[in-house]
């Protein structure tokens, strides 16, 4: 991995976005924490539909319908930004705890949202009146969230990774 | 004056003290304020695009808004809280920050866009809430929402990027050691404490370690052309890999040395030996203190680059010590460019033909 970071780091499009990195990393990390407000409102309205804290005006199915499109055209803009980021400072992403454990969260994330919708428009019957009931499907709606949470805390410490950086899968200095 | 005198005991309340000696409060406060802001902005975009007809088009407007409204102040709140207390831990520095300024003058931009919706469209919807969008004004309020906050997203970020303004850096440093950690660069760092003459000074610590180190690791690993042809010398014997793994360490070392606050760019006295293209020590001492999380972020990079040399010393493997001592060379050059002999023409035309990092 840290053979393939150095060399990712010297690759044309790194060197490009690293020679004009006073202006082109904050503008895609801005571009990065948009996303994150779009996946994180979406997938607001979604868990809160299904918790039935909010929204009840509106069916499960219409839910999904309104906010399902814009989850996923998030995490697509996350993954193209997050992506130019990797390339932009390979070493400083691939190397960390934070980046990776952050990669697993991002992973369980999409495995729930493409679940959910999966089953919402094969079953949308059920999820009015049956699923939203049960308790296993409440839990997965509140992990949803906490997940969101966990991605932009680990986000966010990929800058701090000292702090827990000795867990990091860098050679020991 | 006052203001300044103001912010100042702002960063010397035990609360901000406290955040800044510990290592977790920060990043953690740091985080919950994106938290935070990713539901004010995923909330208020949900209303935004009901207003411009785009989205939720079908759901009446006062249900949704007072909904969404209760979450958004929420958030808000949080927002504003976590930003109070990271801009208390190092106040003056964020005051003179243009980026933070213009990120508090789009926060209220954004309150009066608010008010201006409230007191137009706002007063009348009953009268449109089931049509597909709001009438004019309050798609205008809509899009200008929308861009104000992408905006303070953005010059939010930006704040970890720039240096600190003119004023931050005549006033007297902050009692902080603050910038020790932030290796990241992710925040604006607070000026570093005055030079220390008992110190070794960056020039001394170059001359006495990082370029003999650099120098017998570049050597280590070179194509040689003589009248046996061209051969590629590269560490063989346990000893000449052990001896690379000496000079590696010394280079991942020499980043805590060389980013310790008060360490002085030259000894007194000192001069160029080449004004034409190089910066003199006081100019060299003027950019690390106003640009000290730059300078930081640049060790860093030397740090990272070694560090990888090791794990390449570890496994024997020539090809990635070649990469990470191309990577080191490259840190070398970019921060020696950019601090040293940024006047040298030649040397940035070479740096940006080998594909080097110029800024």
């Given at each position: 991995?840290?053979?393939?970071?150095?060399?990712?780091?010297?690759?044309?499009?790194?060197?490009?976005?690293?020679?004009?990195?006073v202006w082109m990393i904050p503008l895609i990390q801005s571009l990065h924490i948009v996303g994150i407000g779009i996946a994180v409102g979406s997938a607001l309205m979604l868990a809160l539909r299904v918790l039935e804290w909010l929204g009840t005006d509106q069916s499960?199915?219409?839910?999904?319908?309104?906010?399902?499109?814009w989850l996923t055209g998030a995490l697509c803009l996350l993954l193209a930004s997050g992506g130019l980021l990797v390339i932009a400072e390979p070493v400083r992403e691939l190397i960390t705890i934070s980046f990776w454990m952050k990669m697993l969260c991002v992973a369980?994330?999409?495995?729930?949202?493409?679940?959910?919708?999966?089953?919402?428009?094969?079953?949308?019957?059920?999820?009015?009146?049956?699923?939203?009931?049960?308790?296993?499907?409440?839990?997965?709606?509140?992990?949803?969230?906490?997940?969101?949470?966990?991605?932009?805390?680990?986000?966010?410490?990929?800058?701090?990774?000292?702090?827990?950086?000795?867990?990091?899968?860098?050679?020991?200095? | 004056?006052?203001?300044?005198?103001?912010?100042?005991?702002?960063?010397?309340?035990?609360?901000a003290r406290g955040i800044r000696d510990s290592l977790y409060i920060f990043p953690m406060l740091e985080a919950l304020h994106v938290m935070a802001l990713s539901v004010v902005f995923g909330t208020i975009m949900i209303v935004d695009l009901r207003l411009l007809g785009?989205?939720?088009?079908?759901?009446?407007?006062?249900?949704?808004?007072?909904?969404?409204?209760?979450?958004?102040?929420?958030?808000?709140?949080?927002?504003?809280?976590?930003?109070?207390?990271?801009?208390?831990?190092?106040?003056?520095?964020?005051?003179?920050?243009?980026?933070?300024?213009?990120?508090?003058?789009?926060?209220?931009?954004?309150?009066?866009?608010?008010?201006?919706?409230?007191?137009?469209?706002?007063?009348?919807?009953?009268?449109?809430?089931?049509?597909?969008?709001?009438?004019?004004?309050?798609?205008?309020?809509?899009?200008?929402?929308?861009?104000?906050?992408?905006?303070?997203?953005?010059?939010?970020?930006?704040?970890?990027?720039?240096?600190?303004?003119?004023?931050?850096?005549?006033?007297?440093?902050?009692?902080?050691?603050?910038?020790?950690?932030?290796?990241?660069?992710?925040?604006?760092?607070?000026?570093?404490?005055?030079?220390?003459?008992?110190?070794?000074?960056?020039?001394?610590?170059?001359?006495?370690?990082?370029?003999?180190?650099?120098?017998?690791?570049?050597?280590?690993?070179?194509?040689?052309?003589?009248?046996?042809?061209?051969?590629?010398?590269?560490?063989?014997?346990?000893?000449?890999?052990?001896?690379?793994?000496?000079?590696?360490?010394?280079?991942?070392?020499?980043?805590?040395?060389?980013?310790?606050?008060?360490?002085?760019?030259?000894?007194?006295?000192?001069?160029?030996?080449?004004?034409?293209?190089?910066?003199?020590?006081?100019?060299?001492?003027?950019?690390?203190?106003?640009?000290?999380?730059?300078?930081?972020?640049?060790?860093?990079?030397?740090?990272?680059?070694?560090?990888?040399?090791?794990?390449?010393?570890?496994?024997?493997?020539?090809?990635?010590?070649?990469?990470?001592?191309?990577?080191?060379?490259?840190?070398?050059?970019?921060?020696?460019?950019?601090?040293?002999?940024?006047?040298?023409?030649?040397?940035?035309?070479?740096?940006?033909?080998?594909?080097?990092?110029?800024?």
């Amino acid at each position: 991995m840290n053979d393939f970071a150095v060399w990712l780091s010297t690759t044309p499009p790194s060197v490009f976005i690293q020679a004009h990195e006073v202006w082109m990393i904050p503008l895609i990390q801005s571009l990065h924490i948009v996303g994150i407000g779009i996946a994180v409102g979406s997938a607001l309205m979604l868990a809160l539909r299904v918790l039935e804290w909010l929204g009840t005006d509106q069916s499960v199915r219409a839910t999904q319908l309104r906010f399902g499109p814009w989850l996923t055209g998030a995490l697509c803009l996350l993954l193209a930004s997050g992506g130019l980021l990797v390339i932009a400072e390979p070493v400083r992403e691939l190397i960390t705890i934070s980046f990776w454990m952050k990669m697993l969260c991002v992973a369980l994330l999409t495995a729930l949202a493409i679940a959910f919708q999966v089953s919402v428009a094969r079953e949308a019957q059920q999820w009015e009146q049956v699923l939203v009931k049960r308790p296993s499907v409440r839990l997965a709606a509140l992990l949803v969230l906490v997940v969101l949470g966990c991605i932009i805390l680990l986000g966010r410490l990929i800058a701090y990774d000292h702090i827990w950086g000795h867990l990091s899968p860098a050679p020991k200095a | 004056m006052e203001i300044s005198a103001w912010l100042q005991s702002l960063e010397e309340t035990g609360l901000a003290r406290g955040i800044r000696d510990s290592l977790y409060i920060f990043p953690m406060l740091e985080a919950l304020h994106v938290m935070a802001l990713s539901v004010v902005f995923g909330t208020i975009m949900i209303v935004d695009l009901r207003l411009l007809g785009v989205a939720s088009i079908q759901r009446p407007f006062a249900r949704m808004s007072s909904e969404l409204l209760a979450i958004t102040w929420g958030a808000f709140a949080v927002a504003a809280l976590t930003g109070t207390l990271l801009f208390m831990t190092n106040a003056r520095v964020y005051a003179d920050n243009t980026s933070f300024r213009l990120k508090m003058v789009l926060v209220v931009l954004a309150g009066i866009n608010m008010a201006l919706f409230h007191s137009t469209a706002g007063r009348t919807v009953g009268r449109w809430e089931r049509d597909r969008a709001a009438p004019g004004i309050g798609r205008v309020t809509a899009t200008l929402s929308l861009t104000l906050w992408i905006a303070v997203i953005f010059a939010g970020r930006v704040i970890g990027f720039t240096t600190t303004g003119a004023q931050a850096r005549q006033a007297a440093p902050p009692a902080s050691n603050f910038d020790d950690f932030l290796t990241g660069g992710a925040t604006p760092s607070a000026d570093p404490p005055a030079p220390d003459p008992s110190k070794m000074s960056i020039r001394t610590i170059m001359a006495a370690m990082v370029d003999p180190s650099g120098d017998f690791l570049f050597a280590s690993m070179a194509d040689v052309s003589d009248e046996k042809g061209i051969t590629h010398k590269a560490p063989t014997t346990a000893q000449d890999w052990e001896a690379v793994r000496h000079h590696l360490q010394v280079l991942i070392d020499a980043e805590q040395l060389l980013t310790q606050p008060g360490r002085r760019a030259a000894e007194p006295g000192d001069r160029s030996s080449n004004p034409a293209v190089e910066n003199e020590p006081e100019e060299v001492q003027r950019l690390l203190d106003s640009e000290h999380s730059d300078f930081v972020r640049r060790a860093a990079r030397l740090r990272d680059a070694a560090t990888l040399g090791l794990q390449a010393v570890a496994a024997h493997d020539k090809a990635a010590l070649f990469a990470a001592i191309t990577a080191i060379d490259k840190a070398c050059e970019s921060c020696h460019l950019h601090y040293w002999y940024p006047n040298d023409q030649r040397a940035h035309q070479a740096a940006h033909e080998e594909g080097g990092i110029i800024e």
